[in-house]
């Protein structure tokens, strides 16, 4: 990035900051340093900044073309121009009132017809009245896709488990390794099992094979070809594929080029989660989506959650040197959130040229990894706390649970916010011999001892508290996170909506399967020929 404000920015970033002294000197900074939204609060006042480096951050986001990218965005512009594609996921959950038209198209009524079939089918099945082809009523939903047509159903699935409400279980298969989708169908009963193959394309390599497997499970067990055509179902853009397939027409909901993979929950990929809430709490989730679009597209940039959050990142990867993030969500229910967040992230913003096709001479996206807590304070919290790594971290909570354990949860938000006041606060070298001396150690033993257990504290996090995790707030949380993405992209000038990086693997790996199944003959390079050769001795 190049520009005076960054100039500045660069030199604030050589500047010594302790956050211990910031905190000491500044009793209103957390104060300062907190926005609130939708009832979220997000608390960013651990993170290494000062009001001077804020303000330049500020302004940084001011003179980028954030205001006109986002407007474009929200109008269906085809802002992704390596694919010449609209980004229109926040269509999705628009007003049903609002216009959307798009290549002289109504939106509104593609949308309206696509989530009316979900919703006749979701009535279906919870009420029992879908019969499998003996006659018994569907007991499990088999969900068949792969990256943002998996990961998206199945974090918020976890996320929003208290509220499940469905008779019909649902089980997930995505990776082409066989033992998943073999586990998965093996307690199974093809009879009382329906199965939706999600695919744009219905030939994406992982998804064809799981599919073609479990119609295979569902022929080996005497079901026919009406069998078939009565319990599968499929989302995708394809239907002539998913027809030869076997998928009856009537059976296929739409996929739209304008929503991007990893953009999809909202769209009929969000049919495992509408079938487990019910329909008015799928409609919730969409609503604390939209409620995020709104605050996101209207507030005021100081005060605009994606924009804060989207701003540290960048002062920590460009100014700071920072290379991973930390997502740290203190509920059991979101532990499937970093992964979420890793492929929003990562696939979005991993890039190493702009929109124009130039090489960038600065990074993007992050490493983003993380766990539930507490048990990631058992594993890699040693590495946050003590490591010479700087790892920014976000943590999240729930303030209100459906449990009625209050205590746990009280001793899990205590260690929440004690992890991030450790990171911030460390511990000095006179404080590890003054704890030592105080439990009784000698003089030596402190001396020794102290370097060990001093800690440098300087960490930076966010926390972000949630009044409850609703359908409501998960769907305001994953849009927080969607326009994130979002506002860092514009400021790098890169495509965060194509990931043409995942091509190159896909298609170096039909000629190397077409030689380990002996289909054909093909010359690599000697470490590949080396693995193939290892892998047919067995």
């Given amino acids: 990035m190049s520009s005076a404000v960054w100039s500045e920015l660069a030199a604030l970033a050589k500047a010594p900051l302790n956050l211990r002294q910031e905190f000491a000197e500044d009793p209103q900074r957390a104060q300062r340093f907190t926005a609130k939204a939708l009832g979220i609060t997000l608390d960013y006042s651990k993170n290494l900044i000062t ?45 049903a009132d609002q216009p959307l038209q798009l290549d002289g198209e109504d939106l509104q009524a593609q949308i309206a017809a696509c989530r009316a079939q979900m919703y006749a089918l979701v009535e279906q ?15 499990d939903l088999v969900w068949i896709g792969i990256g943002g047509s998996l990961l998206g159903p199945q974090m918020a699935l976890e996320a929003l488990t208290p509220y499940n409400q469905s008779p019909v279980k649902v089980h997930f298969a995505g990776n082409i390794d066989g ?27 992982e ?12 022929l080996d067990s005497g079901a026919d070809k009406a069998a078939i055509a009565q319990h599968f179902w499929a989302t995708s853009s394809n239907i002539k594929a998913a027809a030869e397939f076997g998928i009856d027409a009537s059976h ?17 990929i969000g049919f495992p989660l509408c079938l487990t809430l019910g329909v008015a709490q799928f409609e919730n989730l969409l609503a604390g989506a939209r409620d995020m679009d709104t605050h996101f597209r209207d507030a005021p940039l100081e ?28 509920s059991h229910y979101l532990r499937l959130l970093p992964s979420y967040v890793q492929q929003l992230d990562m696939e979005s913003n991993g890039k190493s040229v702009d929109v124009n096709g130039a090489a960038l001479t600065d990074a993007t996206a992050p490493v983003i990894w993380g ?3 507490t048990n990631g304070q058992h594993a890699y919290h040693q590495l946050l706390h003590q490591s010479a790594l700087a790892v920014p971290a ?12 209050a205590d746990h949860h009280h001793r899990l938000a205590a260690h929440c916010f004690a992890q991030s006041q450790a990171l911030m606060q460390g511990k000095t070298i006179a404080e590890a011999k003054a704890e030592v001396l105080a439990q009784g150690g000698s003089a030596a033993q402190a001396e020794f001892l102290a370097p060990h257990k001093a800690s440098p504290g300087n960490k930076p996090s966010n926390t972000l508290l949630l009044p409850e995790l609703s359908p409501y707030y998960l769907g305001a949380l994953i849009a927080l996170y969607e326009h994130k993405v979002f506002v860092q992209g514009v400021l790098w000038n890169i495509n965060s909506f194509d990931q043409w990086g995942v091509e190159l693997g896909k298609q170096l790996s039909t000629p190397i399967y077409q030689v380990l199944s002996d289909a054909a003959s093909h010359a690599f390079d000697s470490s590949t020929e080396q693995l193939i050769s290892q892998f047919k001795q067995g």
């Fill in 207 to 218: 998804t064809k094979q799981n599919a073609l497997a479990v119609r295979q499970w569902f």
């Fill in 303 to 330: 005060q605009n959650l994606p924009v804060i959050l989207a701003l540290l990142g960048v002062w920590y990867i460009n100014g700071l040197g920072c290379q991973a993030q930390a997502l740290l969500p203190y």
């Fill in 51 to 95: 009001q001077g480096i804020w303000q330049q951050l500020l302004q940084l986001a001011a003179q980028s073309p954030l205001q006109a990218k986002r407007a474009a965005m929200f109008a269906g512009d085809k802002i992704n121009n390596t694919e010449d594609r609209s980004v229109w996921h926040v269509a999705l959950r628009a007003p």
């Fill in 252 to 268: 296929i909901l739409p996929m739209w080029d304008w929503v991007g993979g990893r953009y999809s929950l909202w769209s009929a």
């Fill in 371 to 373: 766990d539930a807590g």
């Fill in 125 to 139: 099945l919870n009420s029992r009245r879908y019969l499998g082809y003996r006659g018994e009523p569907i007991t």
């Fill in 179 to 205: 033992a998943v989708v073999s586990d998965v169908v093996k307690p199974l009963n093809p009879a009382t099992t329906l199965v939706f193959v999600a695919s744009k394309s219905f030939g994406t390599e």
């Fill in 394 to 405: 976000d943590f999240i909570l729930p303030v209100k649970v459906s449990h009625h354990l």
